[in-house]
C-alpha cells in the first residue's frame, strides 16, 4: 500500500534512510524528496523537489531531515496543524519545543515520532514509552553524543588534537551543521531535555541545565586522566529527587569498572535505574548514516502500523531543577591563576603545572550557571571528578605530574 511519505532532507540521515527503504521494502520509498541547493550533483532517478510548501500539503506522511533548525520547525509545526504525522531526527527543534509540539498533537489528532534524535541507533524513547509500566524511573545517565565520544577517542587513542578529531566527525557524517553544538555539549543537553520529559514528564529546556562541553580539555586532562588510570566521557545525567529532578552534563573521570568507560567513538550509552528493574544498559551507535536512518525508517514502520507516543495528560511546563543546586566536585583548568583567582578562588587552592593551573575542590551547579559564560571566555575546563576517585587523589596525581614536568623542562 503506497502511503505518500514526503521526505525532507536528502543528506547524511536522509540517505540512510532511503537506502534501507530501497533495498526493504519499496512502498516505505518516498513519492517527492525536498532538497534546497540548485546546484548539487544528486542521483538522477530520485523525485527531488524545491517546493517544501506543496509536499507538506500533499503528503501523508512527512519524514523531516533538513539541517536547518527553523525551517524544520516551520515544517514540523505544518505538518501538525494539518493533522499530519511527522517523524524527525531534529532533538533542537523537540527539546526547544516539546510543550507545544504534544499540544498540537492533541489539538489536531496529528502524531510526531522522533527516536533517531535520541542516541540516534538506542531506542531509548521508545523504550520509555513502553517498558515501564508499574514502574517507577529513578536515574538516566549516559553518553548522548557520537562526534563528541568519537574525538575523545581519537585524542586518547591516537593522540589528536580536538580540532583535528573533529574535522574526521565531520568527514564521517557525524557531526552537526553547526559543530560547535556537539563539543559544547549543547546538543546533549537538547537530548536529556527530551528524555527527561518522556521518563519523569517534566520540561527543563536547553538552558536550565548546567551542561559543560569538551572544548576546553587539552593534553594536561589527557595525562591526568592516563596519571589516575581513568578515563574522561561527555556524561549527561538526570536524576529523580525527594523535590523534583535535577540534571546536569559534564566531562567525567570515568574508571574502568564503570561500563560507560568502554564506550568508544561514534557510540553512545544509557543506563536507566528504575523501581522494578534495577539497571539496564544499552550501548549503541550515535551517530551516522545507517544507524540513524535505520531509527527513522523503524519509525516510519511503527507510525504506519499505528504507534504513538502516549503523553501524560497534563501537558509538561516548563520547571525548575530541584534541588536548584547540586555540589559537584571538580577540576577546573585554565593556562593562569590569575583567571581561576577571578571565582573567588584563592592562592593557596591552586596547584601550578608547568603550562596550566587547577583548581580542585567543591563547586555548586549554581554557581556555575552564573559564571558559565565567564568559563567559555577563559577557556576554563571543567572535568567533573565523579565517583571513581577523590579530590585528594587528584590532587597527589597533579603534584606528580608537576614535578615530572619540571624534570623534564630541566633535562
Ligand atoms: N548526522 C547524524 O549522524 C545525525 C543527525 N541527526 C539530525 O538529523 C538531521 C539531518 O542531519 P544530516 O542528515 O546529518 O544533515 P546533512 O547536512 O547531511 O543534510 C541536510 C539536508 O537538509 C537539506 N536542507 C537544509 N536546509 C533545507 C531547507 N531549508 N529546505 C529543504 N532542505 C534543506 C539539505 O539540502 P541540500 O542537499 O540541498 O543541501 C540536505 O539534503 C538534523 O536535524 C540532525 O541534527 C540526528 C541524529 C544523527
Ligand atoms: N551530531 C550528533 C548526531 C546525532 O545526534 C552526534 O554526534 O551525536
Excluded at 19 to 25: G, L, P, V
Aim: net charge negative; aromatic share 10%.
Amino acid at each position: 500500500m503506497n502511503h505518500k511519505i514526503g521526505l525532507m532532507g536528502f543528506g547524511v540521515v536522509g540517505q540512510g534512510y532511503h537506502t534501507i527503504a530501497e533495498s526493504h521494502d519499496n512502498d516505505l520509498l518516498p513519492y517527492q524528496i525536498v532538497i534546497k541547493e540548485q546546484n548539487k550533483s544528486r542521483p538522477q532517478n530520485l523525485p527531488f523537489i524545491f517546493n517544501a510548501e506543496k509536499l507538506i500539503d500533499e503528503a501523508e506522511i512527512g519524514i523531516e531531515l533538513i539541517s536547518d533548525s527553523d525551517a524544520a520547525y516551520k515544517f514540523i509545526r505544518a505538518f501538525l496543524e494539518r493533522g499530519k504525522r511527522v517523524i524527525t531526527a531534529n532533538k533542537k527543534v523537540i527539546a526547544a519545543n516539546l510543550p507545544e509540539l504534544i499540544a498540537l498533537q492533541k489539538q489536531y489528532g496529528g502524531s510526531i515520532l522522533y527516536e533517531a534524535a535520541v542516541a540516534a541507533s538506542i531506542p531509548v524513547i521508545c523504550n520509555l514509552q513502553t517498558q515501564y509500566y508499574g514502574d517507577e524511573i529513578l536515574e538516566i545517565k549516559g553518553i548522548l553524543n557520537g562526534s563528541s565520544n568519537y574525538i575523545l577517542s581519537q585524542i586518547f587513542r591516537h593522540n589528536l588534537s580536538l580540532h583535528d578529531a573533529l574535522a574526521l566527525a565531520q568527514k564521517e557524517g557525524f557531526a552537526e551543521a553547526d559543530p560547535s553544538f556537539d563539543i559544547n555539549g549543547s546538543d546533549v543537553a537538547s537530548k536529556l531535555t527530551i528524555l527527561i520529559t518522556h521518563a519523569f514528564n517534566e520540561y527543563h529546556p536547553e538552558a536550565s541545565i548546567p551542561f559543560y562541553g569538551i572544548e576546553a580539555i587539552g593534553s594536561e586532562e589527557i595525562d591526568l586522566a592516563r596519571t589516575l588510570g581513568l578515563t574522561i566521557k561527555l556524561i549527561a545525567s538526570a536524576t529523580k529527587t525527594a523535590e523534583g529532578v535535577t540534571a546536569y552534563i559534564f566531562p567525567t573521570f570515568v574508571d574502568s569498572s564503570d561500563a560507560i568507560s568502554a564506550i568508544e567513538w561514534e557510540y553512545n550509552c544509557v543506563k536507566i535505574k528504575s523501581k522494578n528493574l534495577g539497571e539496564q544498559f544499552f550501548k549503541g551507535k550515535g551517530a551516522g548514516s545507517l544507524p540513524t536512518g535505520s531509527a527513522v525508517y523503524s519509525d516510519l514502520v511503527k507510525m504506519i502500523a499505528g504507534f504513538k507516543y502516549q503523553y501524560a495528560e497534563n501537558i509538561p511546563k516548563e520547571t525548575e531543577l530541584r534541588p536548584i543546586s547540586t555540589i559537584l566536585t571538580v577540576t577546573m583548568k585554565t593556562t593562569h591563576g590569575d583567571k581561576l583567582k577571578r571565582y573567588g578562588i584563592n592562592e593557596a587552592e591552586i596547584i601550578h603545572t608547568a603550562d596550566a593551573a587547577w583548581f580542585v575542590g567543591d563547586i555548586t551547579t549554581e554557581f556555575f550557571l552564573a559564571n558559565k559564560s565567564a568559563f567559555i571566555g577563559d577557556a576554563i575546563s571543567i572535568i567533573n571528578i565523579g565517583s571513581s576517585v577523590t579530590a585528594e587523589t587528584v590532587k597527589k596525581a597533579l603534584i606528580k605530574l608537576k614535578y615530572k614536568e619540571h624534570l623534564l623542562i630541566s633535562e
